[in-house]
């Protein structure tokens, strides 16, 4: 717990939370189910991921099967967030989902994909150490030149590499950023919405 102890106080909520707690420290409708009934962790992430069942179905599995602690955090900076706890054998690592309810920007309207049914869930679902691995908060997107003088707005980072919009042109396209790649550095995602579930599920369905 030691890089969200930085945020200052930090309260953890196990589920099942009752009603009555859960509203009271804030959880978002989109979580209240899911925290407050008598399930398993596995039911638990099912039940959260219910919305994103047909855009991220490996990602719902894999979390689901894979996650070993779900808990709500309360810190000094941040009101509430929800960590994904997994057990990777010699130690372990976590996902944080943030909280909900802040609106997309403009520019996501112009988005080859829907980022709202995600959004609604975790503002950002990111490592909970290095702050990336994943979709970013929306104040977290990332605007970048591209080779052609245009701009990529990044959604999605891991280390130097990042998913993005190029949204300097119309329609709206999105392309992976790989900033270590010798031979291909940048590359057009045809199916934005496949290419981040494979991004968010791979890594868990590797431990199987």
């Known amino acids: 717990m030691k890089y969200i102890a930085r945020e200052?106080?930090?309260v953890v909520h196990t589920p099942p939370l009752d009603?009555?707690?859960a509203k009271r420290i804030g959880v978002p409708q989109a979580w209240l189910e899911a925290l407050t009934g008598p399930a398993t962790i596995s039911e638990q992430i099912l039940t959260l991921w219910r919305p994103l069942a047909k855009l991220m179905p490996r990602s719902r599995t894999a979390y689901a099967t894979h996650c070993v602690a779900l808990v709500a955090v309360q810190t000094g900076t941040h009101p509430l967030s929800l960590l994904y706890?997994?057990?990777l054998g010699t130690d372990w690592m976590a996902q944080r989902g943030?909280?909900?309810g802040r609106p997309l920007p403009e520019v996501a309207g112009r988005f080859p994909m829907d980022l709202s049914p995600l959004y609604a869930l975790h503002d950002?679902?990111?490592n909970w150490a290095s702050q990336d691995d994943g979709p970013l908060p929306v104040e977290e997107w990332r605007a970048t030149s591209d080779q052609q003088g245009g701009e990529i707005l990044e959604v999605l980072t891991e280390g130097g590499r990042a998913l993005g919009f190029v949204v300097s042109v119309d329609p709206v396209r999105?392309?992976?950023v790989d900033a270590d790649s010798e031979t291909d550095p940048v590359r057009e995602v045809e199916d934005p919405w496949a290419f981040m579930d494979k991004f968010m599920a791979s890594w868990l369905e590797g431990m199987e």
């Open 85 to 87: 706890c997994f057990d």
């Open 8 to 10: 200052g106080q930090v």
């Open 124 to 126: 950002g679902l990111v």
């Open 174 to 176: 999105a392309y992976w």
């Open 19 to 21: 009603v009555g707690v």
């Open 98 to 100: 943030f909280l909900p």
